[in-house]
């Protein structure tokens, strides 16, 4: 079974249930011709992917191990945890740039985590906040998408969805593209006026002789 369970049903990554459960249903009907052996190894394979992926869109994020056992990292969550804490303190930018500028933030194998973490947190205040007066600003939001590069996590919009995600990151979500019918040529229905009249005048001039 491949190791990414996206692959395996051959979907991108995406927080749209009725995809992913379509994705699955689909792979599964695609097993109808094989042996009995094979099609059972395949559904499991397959079932196991699927309950990985929805269990992803739910579950709370967890950083790796070799993140959990560095000291640093755990340094930089409790400094998340108590900037939270602190209603005064996460209201300002300064306070947000003191964390980023947190030693564990310039070692390259803890980036992706340490701004998943900051994500999965402030999200999750976000949740709990009675009132807006409670909430981290959009200003601090605006500095933590530039500076943790949430734009670029197209992993965080799979896991929390598009509304949550571009809500945190304080973009718009993308509309539909627009896509205009076709315009028939005017040029060549004018063209065919022209000749059809032509050809009434001279049915009427040949009635007339």
Same mark, same amino acid.
């Given at each position: 079974?491949?190791?990414?369970p996206?692959?395996?049903?051959? $979907?991108?990554?995406?927080?749209?249930?009725q995809?992913i459960?379509?994705?699955?249903q #689909?792979?599964?009907?695609?097993?109808?011709?094989?042996?009995?052996?094979?099609?059972?190894?395949? !559904? @499991?394979?397959?079932?196991?992917?699927? *309950?990985?992926?929805?269990?992803s $869109? &739910?579950a709370?994020?967890?950083?790796?191990?070799?993140?959990l056992?560095?000291?640093?990292?755990n340094?930089?969550r +409790?400094?998340?945890?108590?900037l939270?804490g602190?209603?005064?303190?996460?209201? *300002?930018?300064?306070?947000? #740039?003191?964390? &980023?500028d947190?030693?564990?933030?310039?070692v390259v @194998?803890?980036?992706? +985590?340490?701004?998943?973490?900051?994500? +999965? =947190?402030?999200l =999750?205040? *976000?949740?709990?906040?009675?009132?807006?007066?409670?909430?981290? @600003? @959009?200003?601090v939001l &605006?500095f933590?998408? !530039? #500076? $943790?590069?949430?734009?670029?996590?197209? +992993?965080?919009k799979?896991?929390?969805?598009?509304?949550?995600?571009y809500?945190?990151?304080? #973009?718009?979500?993308p509309?539909?593209?627009?896509?205009?019918?076709?315009?028939?040529?005017?040029?060549?229905?004018?063209?065919?006026?022209?000749?059809l009249?032509?050809?009434c005048?001279?049915?009427?001039?040949?009635i007339s002789?």
């Open positions: 079974m491949s190791t990414d996206w692959n395996e049903l051959e $979907l991108a990554p995406t927080s749209d249930k995809a459960e379509a994705a699955y #689909q792979k599964l009907e695609n097993l109808s011709t094989e042996s009995d052996d094979i099609r059972a190894e395949r !559904e @499991s394979a397959l079932h196991a992917a699927y *309950q990985s992926i929805i269990n $869109l &739910v709370p994020f967890t950083p790796s191990d070799d993140s056992a560095n000291p640093l990292f340094e930089f +409790d400094e998340l945890t108590e939270l602190n209603a005064h303190r996460h209201t *300002q930018v300064s306070s947000w #740039q003191l964390l &980023v947190h030693p564990a933030c310039e @194998s803890l980036r992706n +985590d340490l701004a998943a973490l900051v994500f +999965d =947190n402030v =999750n205040h *976000q949740k709990t906040c009675q009132n807006d007066k409670e909430m981290v @600003s @959009s200003e &605006v933590l998408t !530039e #500076q $943790l590069e949430w734009t670029t996590r197209e +992993d965080l799979a896991r929390y969805g598009e509304g949550f995600y809500r945190m990151t304080q #973009q718009d979500i509309q539909p593209e627009f896509v205009p019918e076709p315009i028939a040529d005017t040029g060549n229905l004018a063209n065919i006026f022209i000749g009249t032509i050809i005048a001279i049915g009427l001039l040949m002789v």
